[in-house]
């Protein structure tokens, strides 16, 4: 440690490690729209570093990837043997495609822009792909993939278990067989770009990542394949990924008719249905983990279930001066019960934001209290060209069976879901455009007692913004 210490060649304030949404969420979010008390819409606008530099006279971006940390010492160092000392340390790594195989050159995971740009290029010259997963990234690009048939690998009985019930992703399905509206404008795709990272170091390698992809990261850019047909999607549900093996292997099989029916392609899949097809390359996106391996070592950071460096309520890790925000954490504290912890795009800026506070607070010795926004969940995206809103309880997580849905839906226009819980509004899906945002989130965080109403809640023709406002 004194080496170390010997070594500094300074010591700042405030340190904060990684340039996603989290570590730079006050300087990279552009144009924040505030929908309602906890929901928001925002652009994101990339630009060089210098630019920030111009903007905070205090602010000092340093380009490289980081080896170690030493938290005794409180002491970073670089992958080019710099070391800087900090008083307050925010570790914002994010997450790592957790990839279905390692070192597999047809198996491409989708996290970044470099990754999504490498996904274009092959995509351009692919007549068939498999998509592995059930998530975001998987929602998104079975929906946005054109000129390409697209085989859709998911382990649930219905598309989109993450953010949906069985009902939605009924609404949804029609949508992967209708034509696509016209593209908007092309979007400022937000991209920092860095000097490559030293070997050995965080931030290098094939499954290392930079900055998570935002909510509009297929937007402006080509996601067209080598055919000319406009969508071709079929899903395989309740099933897993058995095996995945090389025309070679294949060639090699005994089994001839397993050659005949799949065809010549580079690479195979074989399901855990019993199916097999072949395509040009698989996308693995099956989620994320949290990107904490470069910090443990030396370390006595308290790991959650999950992978996520425990966070309690003031975004700190188990380490003095240390803090953690967005998806390299996992939040510990006690929570409310109309919120719970997803690594999106959303929490990431606002544990960033929030862990910003508290390092400052802490700094000046004043009190800081948990932000209203981990009051209730809310999330607003787009999925298949609708607006989604996800508020609360909205799949009913941690109920059990002692609560009840009430359900509207309008065939190609709108899917709204209430969860009630006690006859309070505990949750909602709202997808569409149903204006039912603010007025759904001041029913759920104002508890008020819904069972006078009934099914009449979700009365079409009642205008119920008007009647609880």
Known sequence: FRRMENKKEKTFQFVVMGGGIAGVTSLLVQCVCHVSRTLEEFDVEEQPSS??????????????????LHTKSHCVET?????????????????????????NPYVLGIRDTDSAQEFQKRLSKAKRIVIVGNGGIALELVYEVEGCEVIWAV?????????????????????????????????????????????????????????????DWHEGIALRGAEQVSRRVSVEYQCEVEKIFTSEVLHKSPQQTLRTECGDWPVYVRLTNAKTFGCDFVVSATGV????????????????????LQVDDHMMTSEPDVYAAGDVCTACWEQSPLWQQMRLWTQARQMGW?????????SLSEPVELDFCFELFSH????????????????????????????????????????????????????????????????????????????????PDIDIEDYFD
């Open 380 to 459: 607003i995206t787009k999925f298949f060209n609708y607006k989604v809103v996800l508020l609360g309880k909205f799949n009913g997580q941690g109920l059990g069976p002692d609560h009840e849905l009430l359900v509207r839906c309008t065939k190609g226009q709108e899917y709204v879901k209430v969860v009630l819980s006690g006859g309070r509004m505990v949750g909602a899906v709202l997808i569409g455009e149903t204006d039912l945002e603010e007025t759904f989130e001041n029913l759920i965080l104002n508890q008020m007692d819904l069972t006078p109403y009934g099914e009449e809640l979700l009365n």
């Open 155 to 215: 382990k649930d009985k219905a598309i989109g278990n993450t953010f949906f019930d069985a009902g939605a992703a009924q609404f949804l399905i029609p949508s992967l067989e209708a034509d696509k509206p016209q593209a908007a404008a092309p979007c400022k795709r937000p991209r920092y770009t860095t000097e490559e990272a030293a070997p050995g170091a965080y931030g290098h390698g094939p499954t290392d990542s930079g900055s998570a992809l935002g909510p």
């Open 354 to 362: 929030y862990a910003g506070r508290c390092m400052a607070a802490h």
């Open 79 to 103: 992958a080019d043997g710099r070391v800087f000392g900090y008083k307050k340390l925010c570790i914002c790594s994010g997450a790592r495609p957790k990839l279905l195989t390692q070192d």
């Open 289 to 308: 983990v949290p990107n904490t391996e470069p910090f443990l070592q030396g370390n006595t950071f308290v790991v959650a279930d999950d992978g996520g």
């Open 51 to 68: 630019v920030l530099e111009e903007k905070f006279p205090n602010l000092t971006i340093i380009h490289s990837a980081v080896k170690s």
